[in-house]
């Protein structure tokens, strides 16, 4: 567990996305995501996010078709969240009281609100779900499992849904460069493959339950296929 002080540190790191990757950050973000009535925050599931960009980023470019939307979505989002209505966008429940209490959500097709705090937050919500699913196949798979075979798995299993056939060949053959598991594991910065997995155990938990609560959210009020 990361002692307070610990914790306030990789705070401070949160926004820079140029700075190295450490899963620690991750766990923070996602760890404070959730207040006492288990409203998703919004700063700290964006923070969570530049974390994951950032060791999307670490992979060279076989995730770049991913970081490079979720930076776009991330720019939306702080926009939204700076501007004259940012006190509705300070956790996902009141932003989506907001976007749908007053009609600024396309539901049917991208037209007056292409842009909808509803809309961007369910692409992060989607690929999150892809990475939980990935890292969830990593921390449980044998030493000799082939990480491109559990993302490919992943990915069909999450993403893919969303994905025309040409990027769904593109993306699956991007993946077999994909290192091995010990080389993935120790490329989250926190130490040996072996720690790397004991910090999946306390990360994982954290980003499901929110992942979780962002679906029950979005299915309440018919939002999941929004275009």
Same mark, same amino acid.
């Given at each position: ?48 996010? !530049?974390? #994951?960009?950032? *060791? =999307?980023?670490?992979?060279? @470019? ?7 939307? $979720? ?57 999150? !779900?892809? #990475?939980?699913? *990935? =890292?969830?196949?990593?921390? @449980? ?7 491109? $075979? ?78």
């Amino acid at each position: 567990m990361l002692s307070t002080s610990e914790m306030y540190q990789l705070l401070l790191k949160m926004d820079d996305l140029e700075s190295e990757f450490n899963l620690k950050v991750v766990l923070v973000s996602f760890k404070q995501c959730l207040n006492e009535k288990e409203e998703v925050l919004l700063e700290y599931y964006l923070a969570g996010w !530049r974390g #994951l960009v950032r *060791f =999307l980023n670490s992979l060279g @470019t076989i995730f770049s078709f991913i970081s490079k939307d $979720v930076v776009t979505k991330l720019q939306i989002m702080d926009q939204l969240r700076s501007g004259p209505q940012q006190e509705h966008y300070s956790s996902l429940q009141a932003m989506v009281a907001y976007e749908v209490g007053n009609q600024l959500v396309d539901l049917e097709r991208r037209s007056r609100h292409p842009d909808s705090g509803c809309r961007t937050v369910l692409r992060l919500h989607r690929a999150l !779900r892809w #990475l939980q699913l *990935f =890292l969830e196949a990593v921390r @449980t798979s044998p030493e000799d499992a082939r990480t491109s $075979v559990l993302c490919t798995d992943s990915y069909n299993a999450s993403l893919a849904t969303y994905h025309p056939w040409i990027i769904r060949r593109a993306v699956t053959v991007a993946f077999c460069a994909l290192p091995t598991r010990k080389v993935f594991l120790e490329s989250m910065n926190v130490g040996s493959s072996e720690q790397a997995v004991e910090m999946l155990n306390e990360a994982l938990p954290f980003i499901e339950h929110v992942y979780n609560i962002s679906q029950k959210l979005y299915a309440e009020h018919a939002l999941l296929d929004l275009p």
